[in-house]
Antibody, heavy 119, light 108 residues
Framework: QVLLVQSGAEVKKPGASVKVSCKASGYIFSNFGVTWVRQAPGQGLEWMGWISAYNGNTNYAQKVQDRVTMTTDTSTSTAYMDLTNLKYDDTATYYC????????????WGQGTMVTVSS | DIQLTQSPSSLSASVGDRVTITCRASQSISTYLNWYQQKPGKAPKFLIYAASSLQSGVPSRFSGSGSGTDFTLTISSLQPEDFATYYCQEFYRTPPVTFGQGTIVEIK
């Protein structure tokens, strides 16, 4: 069974950083890309970027590109999303998802990680 | 960047109804259009890719059509488990990747 299991909820102060993990199982991790999508409370889906688990190449959304870093650890089949200098409007549920083999859709999703930015 | 506009933003329907959701792109995207379903408190679920291809395991009452700028998601006979929010997503000349704003399907 293909699964993505994310780390638990976080509460951070403005200006802090958060690192969310996404552990994959049930498939060959390095054969698929991983993307990150966030959803503010009551809002729609916002793509943040993706990373190739094969070679580590990344593409980030312009809105967060100065503050986000996506990495992978192939030894543990885990992807990470690090967001720095947190702002109140970074409060959201953060999802990782596996990209399809053709790199044109997101077929398997993690359960989501709630990140709350509050003073 | 490509913009996706879904209509309606929400709809009320009864079990057994035929439901159609539209997604319009700001420029032609060929058939690089996917659909997802999201239930409250849950992650999105992948339904349809390349505008009209059903993802494995998705019930056949779901179908997609369209190309260029206009796309539709149709549920032929709405079931209780289909009440959810539906999002379209484009994958043309990415990055970036864009989602529509979502359509909420509620129980009448």
């Amino acid at each position: 069974q293909v699964l993505l299991v994310q780390s638990g909820a976080e509460v951070k102060k403005p200006g802090a950083s958060v690192k969310v993990s996404c552990k994959a199982s049930g498939y060959i991790f390095s054969n698929f890309g991983v993307t990150w999508v966030r959803q503010a409370p009551g809002q729609g889906l916002e793509w943040m970027g993706w990373i190739s688990a094969y070679n580590g190449n990344t593409n980030y959304a312009q809105k967060v590109q100065d503050r986000v870093t996506m990495t992978t650890d192939t030894s543990t089949s885990t992807a990470y999303m690090d967001l720095t200098n947190l702002k109140y409007d970074d409060t959201a549920t953060y999802y990782c998802a596996r990209m399809t083999s053709s790199d044109d859709a997101f077929d398997i999703w993690g359960q989501g990680t709630m990140v709350t930015v509050s003073s | 960047d490509i913009q996706l506009t879904q209509s309606p933003s929400s709809l009320s329907a009864s079990v057994g109804d035929r439901v159609t959701i539209t997604c319009r792109a700001s420029q032609s995207i060929s058939t690089y259009l996917n659909w997802y379903q999201q239930k409250p408190g849950k992650a999105p679920k992948f339904l349809i890719y390349a505008a009209s291809s059903l993802q494995s395991g998705v019930p056949s009452r779901f179908s997609g059509s369209g190309s260029g700028t206009d796309f539709t998601l149709t549920i032929s006979s709405l079931q209780p488990e289909d009440f959810a929010t539906y999002y379209c997503q484009e994958f043309y000349r990415t990055p970036p990747v864009t989602f529509g704003q979502g359509t909420i399907v509620e129980i009448k």
